[in-house]
């Protein structure tokens, strides 16, 4: 009696466990990994690698021949690098201080030119015709290497 | 000394005044202008008060320079002898006289080149051509001469903020006629342009935030050939600024147009002195619109002007979608950089497109909205990934939830296996 | 390696098994802890469920720790890029925005948690002796997490949380004679600004937890020494009571409510990403609807309904001692409840206590429902 009993409650008990265990095991497993591969994506260094963007790698040495300029993306905004003719790089932010639109390097003018009211900046920056009522904002540029890098100071 | 001897003997001859060759120096110290003027006191005092801060005082002249006379003489208060007119004494000058007077020195480039090189010496040719000289002539003697805008005595550079010629002043010193109903009565024209510029949008420009880049009355109108600009001049005047809009005008079918119709080309849509910054609502065939004033309905400008309108708006509404869309991503903290920097570009053609209207032509405007709808168009596209992205993080952790919960299933079965394993005890503690 | 061994040993190690247990065995005395481990009963009665909250405000407690340590990696505490690190923590840095969300929403979490537990202590008289000191350490680490929450909140350094500390930080300048200084040592200079958020980021991450860690390790020690407090109607009954083995019963009931907890707190992180707001400027007028964190609102509620003068004393530093005096008395709760001392129940404490959380509730709801102006 004792022992068919036994028999009766391991009969069902053994599979269950098997189950129990498969349960727990795979549960256990997945819920670390949910928990771990967050941590380790996490730790990886991202894209960007700080907060504040003040610097931002603009070109490469060589990329801009003499006399002309290039957009490049500084943070969400349009920046704006220029290797002049007496082959010196100025930076500035693209954006023309009349209706922000993105200005441009004009090599037969020799200075920026915004297309949208024909606002003309200087190599300074300055706004010296058309609407635009302020100078451009204007970047450090150093050269690090092979690359030209742009910051935003102050 | 030397040195101020060495001017003023220049400004002697220069003005002509060599008849009375003083010894500099002493011209220089001892002026009997000053001296009897300031006793005498009142408004005859005035004008030497006034001389203090003035431009010709600053320069080294003094009162003989202008009025002639001789200032050494009249030390001992013999007033004739000062001003004598066989010294070349004009004393105060007629009305209708004053644009010569002053012309004697101002239009000479030999003189005015001492005291800056780049000193234009046509005010007195532009101003005889001006409404103002050209009345003048006639003998009305309530318009404007020299001294009416730059002051008497105390005149002062226009450069000076001070100066009633200063760009920020030039409307009030205009105005201090020009908006004088009483004093404009006789000539016909309006007076209430000041009142209109102040609340126009080169008005506030330069009277409210005091950007110099804003015209003031003498930008269009010139200033001492002022005249009013000639109907089919005025795009050049404001092609001046507006560069890119009248070269466009220039090409425009409405050129042609309206000169042949005697319109005042930007002015017939835009105005002028109370001139608004436009809106897109100007444009195009809706209530608003300046189109409509000409073109009827149906014809084939009306239609050009209802696809312009067409393309901005759908441009518009197209760049709202995407930055609203954008904005919701960003909120949910989401990465949108390269959208929002193409968003940006997006509204350059949008301004773009605003400036192409006045090529009035539907193929150059679609052009350039295009363009706008093509960036605008891939922001949206990255706006929407990125909320995907957010829907593929929610779908993410419902998974990670999924898992907890086999656990948690996993951990209670077994809980209840080791409950039988390990019994449950009916215990006492006898404390 | 078993032939050096001698035969007693020997008998030992083939007794403990296989597997780490045993490797472990061989090397450090374990018996007492297996002794322990095996002879920890937990008391089952209905209130057994209360148990359960000082688990999970420890396990919230590890989530911060560990969420907190992650996000000290791009974290930058100056005014000038505070916002804009936390910003990239959301936007760059992968499952940065998950990371943040879960130490958010597990301060809150920790903080209910730990409202509960102290509140079902409080009412099972669970601090009767020999459990003052564990009471005594666990208030204090409600102050200690009621800290972390303040200094953690201006963290992010969005306007809100600007805002929010300069009002908070206000308040305690109507203290008595230390008023003044204890203001400008909390804000570091007259006004919230950068050097406050220096100063709380080093209180959040360095002070804090040096002093938790010390308080949490004496807490868990004494509970575990102790073991788990009998209500006192079962023990005064002197009628048997059942008991579950601690291990592995109780421990797994433990991690299935740890377990349970996690699950929310991820479907919490997923529904309700935690937001960035707007970056403070020190100098904008304060926005409308600038509220502390839900923990602290009943104090800042009653703040408010005190008049500005009670008996030509200042109505709010009343106000202000007031809640000092009651921080205090509730740290002394178990020597201040005599009849519990010799196993009774006092009526009176119980009857402050529901007071005190009808209160609690009352003025959280009203603070939530009538319009705010600070």
């Not at chain 1, 069902?12 to 949910?34: A, D, E, M, Q, Y």
């Not at chain 3, 190690?13 to 007492?32: F, K, N, P, T």
Request: charged letters at 20%; aromatic letters at 10%.
């Amino acid at each position: 009696m004792n022992s068919a009993q036994n028999q009766a409650q391991e009969q069902p008990t053994l599979p269950r466990r098997k189950f129990v265990n498969l349960l727990l095991g795979g549960g256990l497993l997945t819920t670390i990994g949910s928990i771990f591969v967050p941590i380790i994506n996490f730790i990886i260094p991202p894209k960007i690698q700080e907060a504040v963007q003040n610097s931002v790698v603009a070109a490469k040495v060589g990329e801009l021949p003499l006399n002309s300029g290039k957009i490049f993306r500084f943070g969400v905004k349009p920046g704006i690098l220029i290797h002049t003719q007496n082959d010196e790089y100025v930076a500035f932010s693209a954006i023309c201080t009349h209706l922000d639109c993105t200005v441009q390097y004009r090599s037969d003018f020799k200075h920026i030119w915004c297309a949208c009211h024909n606002g003309h900046f200087d190599l300074t920056g300055k706004n010296i015709a058309g609407p635009p009522p302020r100078p451009l904002e204007s970047y450090k540029v150093d050269i690090r290497n092979e690359d030209i890098v742009v910051t935003r100071e102050g | 000394m030397k040195k101020i001897g060495y001017i003023l003997s220049f400004i002697l001859i220069g003005c002509g005044a060599t008849a009375f060759a003083q010894e500099p120096a002493r011209a220089e110290k001892v002026n009997s202008c000053v001296s009897c003027h300031l006793e005498m006191g009142d408004e005859l005092a005035v004008p030497v008060e006034g001389m203090k801060e003035d431009v010709h005082a600053q320069q080294g002249l003094s009162c003989a320079d202008c009025h002639g006379g001789d200032p050494t003489a009249g030390l001992d208060g013999d007033m004739e002898a000062a001003k004598n007119p066989a010294k070349g004494f004009v004393g105060k000058p007629e009305r209708t006289a004053i644009p010569q007077f002053c012309a004697r020195c101002h239009s000479d480039p030999n003189y005015m080149r001492r005291f800056n090189p780049r000193a234009a010496t046509d005010q007195l040719s532009a101003y005889k051509t001006s409404v103002h000289g050209q009345l003048l002539q006639k003998g009305d003697t309530k318009v404007a001469v020299c001294t009416d805008c730059h002051g008497v005595h105390g005149i002062r550079n226009a450069k000076d903020a001070r100066s009633s010629v200063y760009p920020l002043n030039i409307p009030a010193t205009c105005g201090r006629c020009h908006a004088d109903a009483e004093y404009m009565k006789d000539y016909s024209i309006p007076t209430d342009q000041i009142e209109q510029y102040q609340t126009s949008v080169h008005g506030k420009a330069l009277l409210e935030k005091g950007d110099q880049a804003a015209p003031a009355c003498n930008d269009c109108h010139g200033n001492h050939g002022a005249t009013p600009p000639g109907a089919p001049t005025i795009a050049f005047i404001c092609g001046q600024c507006h560069l890119n809009n009248s070269e466009l005008f220039f090409a425009s079918p409405h050129r042609a147009a309206f000169d042949e119709m005697g319109l005042p080309e930007c002015e017939t849509c835009h105005g002028n002195h109370g001139i608004q910054h436009p809106t897109d609502s100007m444009l195009g065939a809706g209530p608003e619109s300046i189109c409509t004033d000409c073109h009827e309905e149906g014809s084939p400008g009306w239609l050009t002007a209802a696809a312009m309108r067409e393309q901005i708006e759908n441009l518009k509404s197209q760049i709202f979608v995407a930055d609203s869309l954008v904005a919701k991503a960003e909120r949910a903290g989401m990465e949108v950089s390269e959208a929002k920097f193409q968003l940006h570009d997006a509204d350059d053609a949008l301004i773009k497109s605003r400036t192409m209207v006045h090529s009035l032509s539907e193929e150059r405007i679609t052009e350039v909205t295009s363009e706008g709808m093509k960036l605008a168009e891939s922001a949206l596209t990255a706006g929407r990934a990125a909320l995907a992205e957010l829907q593929f993080r929610r779908k993410g952790l419902a998974i990670s939830i999924i898992f907890i919960l086999i656990l948690a299933a996993g951990l209670y079965l077994k809980i209840k296996e080791v409950d039988q394993k390990h019994p449950i005890r009916s215990a006492q503690r006898g404390e | 390696m078993r032939t050096s061994l001698s035969p007693e040993k020997d008998k030992t190690a083939q007794r403990s098994g296989r597997g780490l247990a045993a490797w472990l065995r061989e090397r450090y005395d374990l018996s007492a802890l297996e002794y322990f481990i095996k002879k920890k009963e937990v008391p089952l009665h209905r209130h057994s469920i209360w148990y359960y909250f000082g688990g999970i405000t420890l396990f919230f407690f590890m989530i911060q720790v560990a969420t907190g340590i992650l996000l000290l990696l791009y974290y930058r505490p100056t005014a000038e890029a505070a916002f804009e690190s936390v910003q990239f923590i959301m936007t760059e840095v992968r499952f940065g925005w998950l990371i943040r969300s879960i130490h958010s929403w597990s301060a809150n979490l920790m903080i209910a948690a730990a409202f509960v537990h102290l509140f079902s202590v409080f009412f099972l008289k669970a601090y009767r002796k020999p459990r003052e000191l564990t009471w005594v350490s666990g208030v204090f680490l409600l102050f200690l997490s009621l800290g972390f929450g303040f200094s953690g909140y201006l963290l992010p350094w969005n306007e809100l949380a600007f805002f929010a500390t300069k009002v908070g930080t206000e308040i305690v300048a109507v203290v008595p004679l230390i008023g003044g200084f204890l203001l400008k040592f909390l804000r570091g200079g007259e006004d919230v600004t950068g050097a406050t958020l220096t100063r709380f980021f080093g209180f959040h991450v360095a002070v804090l937890p040096m002093i938790s860690t010390v308080l949490l390790l004496f807490h868990l020690w004494a509970v575990q020494k102790q073991g788990m407090s009998v209500p006192l109607k079962l023990e005064k009954d002197g009628a048997p009571y059942k008991t579950m083995p601690f291990f592995p019963n109780f421990l797994l009931r433990d991690l299935l409510g740890w377990i349970l907890a996690l699950g929310a707190l991820a479907a919490i992180a997923a529904l309700f990403p935690w937001e960035l707001g707007v970056k403070a400027d020190p100098f904008a007028p304060a926005p409308a609807g600038i509220k502390p964190e839900w923990y602290f609102v009943f104090m800042f509620q009653t703040l408010k309904f005190i008049p500005a003068k009670v008996l030509g004393l200042d109505g709010e530093m009343l106000g202000v001692l007031a809640f000092g005096l009651i921080g205090a008395l509730l740290v002394l709760v178990p020597f201040l409840d005599r009849k519990g001392q010799i196993g009774e129940s006092s009526k009176i404490l119980g009857v402050l206590g529901i007071v005190s959380l009808v209160y609690i509730i009352i003025m959280t709801i009203v603070s939530y429902v009538v319009p705010q102006t600070f």
